[in-house]
């Protein structure tokens, strides 16, 4: 598995591809995108965040879903998961981490969402 994680996925038009953890959001408020392993943990690193799944959702003895557990956000219900773990069921799924840097006001935010581009919902 690859440290910097596959290719991204899907038609991204709105979102900033970051490759790296020296590039950061054009913008405040601006989506990214990314499936860089070193961008995801530094940018759940410095919220304090750690890598989590929710319990019960195991699926063939690997993690289910995915999650990040922020410091005061209900994290009780979350089942904290190693980052080895973490991303190789991230890179398994081939999944895309869309997340913000800072709000539009330029606060951090904390927003971000998995997305598997070749689920059929």
């Known amino acids: ?26 913008r405040e408020g601006r989506s990214l995108i ?20 929710v319990p019960g959702s195991e699926y ?4 289910g879903r995915l999650l990040l557990d922020f410091p005061g956000y209900g994290g009780q219900d979350l089942q904290e998961i190693s980052w080895d773990d973490w991303f190789r069921t991230f890179e398994e799924r081939r999944l895309n981490f ?8 330029g606060s951090p935010s904390n927003f971000f969402r998995l997305e598997n581009p070749n689920r059929q919902d």
């Open 60 to 63: 063939d003895g690997r993690p």
């Open 1 to 26: 598995m690859s440290a910097q994680g596959h290719d991204i996925q899907g038609e991204h038009a709105y979102q900033q591809v970051v490759a790296s953890p020296d590039e950061h959001e054009e």
């Open 98 to 105: 869309l997340y913000q840097e800072h709000k539009k006001d």
């Open 34 to 53: 990314t499936t860089d392993h070193a961008v995801i943990r530094q940018w759940a690193g410095e919220r304090g965040a750690r890598p989590a799944t």
